[in-house]
């Protein structure tokens, strides 16, 4: 079978991660995190970056951070992984969905200002799988609305837009290194901001708002959602690396958009559109042809079959039930995010995938989709 992502874990991890743990430092003390923090912050370009348990957490932590509560609005992409959902659920908040474009599977800013209402306090603007939001509009947005720009680059990390890094331009931003990210700690996530008082608020959270003169008199309700020292120890090291996996990620991406371009029954991303470049966090592709009677259900069996494995698209959070009595716009139609649900896909993407591996997968997408 060919896995649909694998980490690349190398002789200098290994190496980062045994003296680690040969030095003692296994849990959330120890110098590999504040080190991990100082290298991303160089590297994002924010001031203050705390390392944390994951992305998911780390959405949860910038919402309640900035003050998000119960009665309040958030608006979010439609089409998302449900930890942005999450994250404002968990605060009695709503969550406002904005439809998806059918080009960059984005969220369309030009309905995000309909959206927003005396309730709205943030926007969570989420980079989704190859190109980044033109964040830089949400900003202005944001400045003009008086709210909050969090900004999820969870899945671009090592991407620019407008010459600078995604991740730099939220208010706060987040970042995952899950097992399938750029770089991986096993799990784990990074808060970035230029907010002193954000930042400092962060840590507390993250860290069960130990107080500061009497460590067990709690100044607010927190989480332990700290990292350990391991997982940032193997950060560092991956860390080391970030712009060679990005041009790797977008070779593998160009690779199968050569072999994939011409077939007119799916779409298929290009490597540039007008205002950046495509990271190819994965390998989606969308059926164009709905005529063929295949759904991605159908696709993604018959390439089982065939020893490929594959990933769903996200489903739609204005289709998440869980979800129904945290969403103020439960009424709205969504067509492109159901169709891209129902008909997208993405493909094995992993940073060792060999040539051959590609050559063999786009073989079989074009007779199955011809």
């Known amino acids: ?8 874990i190398t002789k200098q991890d290994i190496k980062y991660v045994q003296k680690s743990l040969k030095e003692g430092w296994v849990s959330s003390a120890g110098p590999y995190i504040k080190e991990f923090e100082k ?18 957490a780390a959405l949860e932590v910038a919402l309640k951070a900035l003050g998000i509560k119960e009665g309040d609005e958030v608006i979010i992409p439609n089409f998302t992984i449900i930890s942005n959902a999450l994250a404002v659920a968990k605060l009695n908040a709503k969550f406002v969905p904005i439809e998806c474009d059918l080009d ?31 964040v830089d509009l949400i900003k202005k947005i944001c400045q003009k609305n008086k709210i909050f720009l969090i900004e999820d680059a969870a899945e671009v990390l090592g991407l620019e837009y407008k010459k600078k890094k995604c991740g730099y331009y939220g208010d706060i931003s987040i970042f995952s290194f899950y097992s399938n990210k750029q770089i991986t700690t096993g799990e784990g996530g990074m808060i970035c901001t230029n907010n ?8 507390s959270l993250i ?12 100044s ?13 120890a193997l950060g560092i090291s991956q860390l080391k690396r970030i712009n060679q996996i990005v041009k790797k990620k977008m070779s593998i991406g160009n690779q199968y958009y050569q072999k994939l371009k011409n077939n007119k029954n799916i779409y298929f991303p290009a490597p540039k559109n007008k205002f950046s470049d495509n990271i190819y966090w994965v390998i989606g592709i969308l059926i164009k042809n709905t005529k063929l009677n295949i759904n991605a259900k159908k696709l993604a069996k018959i390439l089982s079959d065939l020893n490929i494995m594959t990933r769903p698209f996200f489903w739609p959070m204005s289709g998440q039930k869980i979800l129904k009595k945290y969403n103020v716009r439960v009424n709205d139609k969504f067509p492109n995010s159901n169709y891209i649900c129902k008909y ?12 051959n591996d590609i050559d063999y997968i786009c073989k079989k997408i074009n007779e199955i989709l011809k």
Not at 39 to 56: D, E, M, R, V
Not at 104 to 133: G, Q, R, S
Not at 207 to 218: E, P, T, Y
């Open 1 to 8: 079978m060919i896995p649909v992502s694998s980490p690349v």
């Open 39 to 56: 290298k991303f912050s160089q590297f994002i370009k924010k001031k203050h970056c705390i390392a944390l348990s994951s992305g998911t």
């Open 104 to 134: 960059t599977w984005n969220m369309n800013i030009h309905e995000i200002e309909k959206k927003i209402t005396k309730k709205t306090k943030a926007i969570v603007a989420t980079h989704i799988y190859n190109f980044p939001l033109q």
């Open 196 to 203: 002193l008082l954000l930042s400092n608020k962060c840590r």
């Open 207 to 218: 860290n069960l708002c130990f107080g500061s003169k009497d460590r067990f008199l709690h």
């Open 220 to 232: 607010d309700i927190g989480w332990n959602y700290r990292m350990t020292n391991i997982q940032a």
């Open 344 to 355: 997208g896909l993405y493909l094995p993407s992993g940073l060792n995938l060999k040539f």
